[in-house]
């Protein structure tokens, strides 16, 4: 199962930063948080990951709680191609390691 | 090139076909995958190849046979499938089984009548 918990659905002005919430309560110490998104038609793509330090790059900022059970995805300027399914997930990097990809949040950008 | 490349987009099969997907790659990645989407649920794995090995087969039905016959290509073998079995079936790649990040076709979109 999932381990991660993410709100189904969430709307966000164009232009306007997304937020996206994720509670993960029981991430383990050698545990990652990643995020992948869904655009409708297309296969899920890589966006972000981090451990415990806030993490950006040039299409997200992540941010991580202190104690690690929780963390924001952050979309800084949405755009009407940011509309996809976001998924949050929790995982640890060893040799065996699976993504299991939770039910995630469906955002929708509006114009 | 960072592509995942799947044929075909679209398929439509009765129950007693027998067809293949296939997956191809040319990134050197080392790690390759096949996921199952049915409509409005997120992808679930299927199998995993690491270095052309069958690293991890998730329970699947024996009516889907997968194959790796070389580092760039993945097959899935499709025979007998149910009408439940409808659904887009996703293949990815990877450096390794450990790597960050997991690359994505578009995906086949599987009809069984």
């Known amino acids: 199962d999932a381990k991660t918990t993410q709100p189904p659905s969430m709307d966000c002005a164009e232009g306007r930063a997304a937020n996206l919430p994720c509670n993960h309560s029981?991430?383990?110490?050698?545990?990652?948080v990643y995020w992948y998104r869904q655009i409708h038609s297309q296969g899920p793509q890589y966006i972000i990951h981090?451990?415990?330090n806030n993490e950006t790059n040039e299409m997200a900022s992540l941010i991580i709680t202190e104690d690690r059970k929780s963390s924001t995805l952050i979309l800084p300027h949405a755009t009407l191609r940011d509309t996809a399914v976001y998924y949050c997930?929790?995982?640890?990097?060893?040799?065996?390691?699976?993504?299991?990809f939770g039910k995630g949040t469906r955002l929708h950008i509006l114009p | 090139d960072t592509e995942v490349t799947q044929t075909p987009k679209h398929l439509v099969m009765g129950m007693t076909n027998k067809k293949s997907l296939k997956c191809e790659q040319h990134?050197?990645?080392?790690?390759m995958y096949w996921y199952k989407q049915k409509a409005k649920k997120p992808p679930e794995l299927m199998f995993v190849?690491?270095?052309?090995?069958?690293?991890i087969n998730e329970s699947v039905p024996s009516r889907f046979s997968p194959e790796c016959p070389n580092s760039s290509l993945l097959n899935l073998h499709l025979h007998a499938l149910q009408p439940e079995d409808s659904a887009l079936y996703l293949c990815?790649?990877?450096?390794?089984?450990?790597?960050?990040?997991?690359?994505f076709g578009p995906g086949t979109r599987l009809t069984v009548l």
């Open positions: 990815a790649s990877s450096q390794g089984t450990g790597a960050w990040e997991q690359f």
């Open positions: 190849y690491s270095y052309e090995k069958l690293s």
């Open positions: 981090g451990l415990k």
């Open positions: 029981t991430i383990s110490g050698n545990e990652y």
């Open positions: 997930i929790v995982r640890a990097v060893n040799r065996d390691d699976k993504i299991i």
């Open positions: 990134m050197g990645h080392r790690a």
